[in-house]
């Protein structure tokens, strides 16, 4: 089974709809990210979180929130969708002791 | 913010052909990661490499800190290389955040 897991991996909604990305993780690690990837882009940062309790934006927050509902689970959320949020978006994980992120298999998004 | 910087932007190799991806950014980073996106999408762990050099089978990557540049060998490439690379790295005191180069698009062909 994958340490990383995103929920739906495809979704394709209308403007104006609320939607939310599930991050699911067993690798048991604190920290935890959400990315986009735009095409022919690198991946940035929207927001990110250390555990439950801190919840930090990154540097393309708006538009966005999140939820950590648990140490395994960390949830995106578009409170109005607009067609520029149409998207690649990743969830990533790291421990507090380790090097590298990991990421998961990414949520595509078209928002019509 | 740091910059990241990859070069080349695209790239076209014959299977069996070697290559150097390079990637330099601006600052001073603890952390520096190389990825590989297939073609599916997914963002695969090549390594994690803030200085130094590492080698995995074909693979093998080289950060110079001082001079702030990163390479990634590609030896013997094969179709299944194909897809983008990217390097990600963070600054000390910046919780692990990452920040991509826009990557290399690797084409392999037969």
């Known amino acids: 089974d994958a340490d990383v897991t995103q929920t739906p991996r495809n979704r394709i909604t209308k403007t104006g709809k609320r939607i939310m990305l599930e991050c699911s993780q067993t690798?048991?690690?604190?920290?935890m990210y959400w990315y986009r990837q735009d095409p022919g882009l690198g991946l940035r940062l929207i927001y990110y979180?250390?555990?439950?309790?801190?919840?930090n934006k990154g540097e393309i927050s708006d538009g966005y929130s999140v939820s950590r509902q648990a140490q395994a689970k960390f949830s995106l959320s578009l409170e109005s969708a607009i067609p520029n949020q149409t998207a690649l978006y990743f969830c990533?994980?790291?421990?507090?002791?380790?090097?590298?992120?990991?990421f998961g298999p990414g949520t595509r998004l078209t928002v019509l | 913010g740091i910059q990241v910087e990859q070069s080349p932007p695209d790239l076209i190799l014959q299977e069996g052909a070697n290559s150097t991806l390079r990637c330099n950014f601006s600052?001073?980073?603890?952390?520096l990661q190389w990825f590989h996106q297939n073609p599916w999408g997914q963002l695969i762990n090549l390594f994690y490499?803030?200085?130094g050099t590492k080698q995995n089978g074909r693979l093998s990557a080289t950060t110079v800190a001082t001079e702030r540049y990163s390479l990634l060998y590609i030896s013997s490439s094969q179709t299944t290389d194909s897809g983008v690379y990217f390097c990600?790295?963070?600054?000390?005191?910046?919780?692990?955040?990452?920040?991509f180069g826009t990557g290399t698009r690797l084409q392999v062909t037969l």
């Open positions: 990533a994980t790291k421990d507090r002791g380790g090097d590298e992120q990991f």
């Open positions: 690798k048991g690690h604190d920290r």
């Open positions: 979180s250390f555990d439950v309790k801190d919840i």
């Open positions: 600052d001073s980073v603890n952390n």
């Open positions: 490499i803030p200085s």
């Open positions: 990600a790295v963070s600054l000390t005191g910046t919780a692990s955040k990452l920040t």
